[in-house]
């Protein structure tokens, strides 16, 4: 009872209940990948893979609106950033409708390209691209203005229709084809504008910034849109390659084994959320940063390595329990793959930290490595085994040096 008192007595704080938030988000679309695995099976899971990954690919590209958009709604106030917001809705939507237009036309060569059964699976998830746009500048606003009860929103409400959408089609109707997820997923990018702000979007009659004001955002993201697709690289072109250069079967297991591995980046998204406004609201302040750029990388640091630990010892239980019997043969490269993966996290803090203070060489460096990593696989892939050994070499490089560059630039600054 006096625990409870306790518990009643202390008050949640956005951060945490935007902390919690993203936990209940991950774990939901964990959920629904591990459903889709077990339902659809490896060969046919590898085509629902390739559509989880084209969504990856395009949340990397629309966060750099986002980013964006929660820097300068941090720096810029009243008149400013109601013009600034309208200026980046406008070009958000352009960008969206040009997107999703080249994945319509594209819709043939992309299934040749990605050995799908379908191409109606890219006609449908390019009418949703402009949608995802528009989603990730409101969630900007939410980011920079730290509204965490509005951005916990707009992610639930995205991660559960697509959940529950997806998966009634499956069970409700007995539709297994990726066409059906591609529908979930167009969807949930309409329930994830909730809660919206119209009053920010307008197309005409917007005010020009001040010319300097202007520069620093054209600058920003440049540079952001650099650094997330490195990101898409890292992240996205190890199962695009493997679906490639492997048959199906394989690359469905290899997508069981990327998504049990990549627990760990997905729990450091949450914290890459809090860093950059933190980050920049301390620089205005003119107080120090390193220290929260410490804090963030201990935590990543602690759980990768819990989460390696674990995949070493239990490799055939996790999967077992997550995937089922029919991916056992991914086991011994689940550790493997997860300390790629962890590599990349701790890396990941380093770059978005230098970021958040307009500090770039940090984000060249991973847009080096992401090549690298790429080149890698390219040349090197006679097995899966030899395509997760080339991911952990390139991400322990890319780590050496970004602490390399922290540890050198904090001397000078001395």
């Not at 993203?22 to 077990?38: D, H, P, S, T, W």
């Not at 203005?145 to 997806?166: D, G, H």
């Not at 085994?385 to 001397?411: N, R, T």
């Amino acid at each position: 009872m006096q625990v409870l008192s306790m518990l009643k007595s202390r008050k949640i704080s956005p951060e945490q209940l935007f902390m919690l938030s993203v936990l209940a988000v991950n774990g939901g679309n964990y959920l629904y990948n591990l459903i889709l695995g077990r339902v659809l099976g490896p060969a046919q899971f590898a085509d629902a893979a390739v559509l989880i990954t084209f969504l990856l690919v395009l949340s990397f590209v629309a966060m750099t609106f986002q980013l964006v958009t929660a820097k300068f709604s941090v720096i810029f106030e009243n008149e400013t950033f109601a013009n600034f917001v309208a200026k980046i809705y406008k070009h958000a939507t352009i960008v969206g409708l040009g997107f999703g237009a080249l994945i319509i036309i594209f819709a043939k060569q992309l299934q040749i390209v990605f050995n799908t059964s379908s191409s109606s699976m890219f006609t449908i998830f390019g009418i949703g691209v402009p949608l995802y746009f528009l989603m990730s500048v409101n969630r900007g606003v939410f980011q920079g203005k730290k509204e965490f009860k509005f951005l916990s929103i707009t992610y639930q409400a995205e991660m559960l229709s697509r959940l529950v959408i997806t998966l009634g089609l499956i069970f409700l109707f007995n539709m297994q084809s990726s066409v059906v997820i591609a529908i979930g997923i167009l969807i949930s990018f309409g329930f994830g504008l909730i809660p919206f702000k119209f009053k920010n979007l307008k197309f005409k009659n917007i005010l020009a910034i001040d010319a300097t004001q202007s520069k620093q955002v054209r600058s920003f993201f440049i540079i952001t849109a650099f650094y997330e697709l490195t990101q898409i690289i890292i992240n996205n072109s190890d199962i695009l390659l493997v679906k490639h250069y492997f048959d199906s079967y394989d690359a469905g297991l290899y997508a069981s084994l990327a998504l049990i591995g990549r627990i760990v980046y997905f729990i450091a998204w949450m914290f890459v959320m809090l860093l950059l406004p933190t980050v920049v609201q301390l620089k205005k302040e003119g107080k120090a940063t390193a220290p929260i750029l410490f804090k963030y990388v201990g935590y990543i640091a602690g759980i990768a390595t819990v989460i390696v630990i674990g995949c070493a010892l239990f490799p055939k239980t996790a999967i077992t329990i997550l995937f089922g019997d029919s991916y056992l043969a991914m086991a011994p490269l689940l550790w493997k793959y997860a300390l790629a993966t962890g590599l990349f996290a701790i890396s990941n803090i380093f770059a978005y930290y230098y970021l958040s203070l307009d500090r770039y060489i940090p984000v060249v460096i991973s847009g080096v490595f992401g090549m690298l990593q790429m080149g890698l696989v390219i040349f090197f892939h006679d097995s899966l085994e030899q395509v997760v050994h080339m991911q952990i070499i390139a991400m322990s490089l890319l780590l050496v040096i970004q602490i390399s560059f922290f540890v050198f630039d904090s001397k000078l600054k001395q």
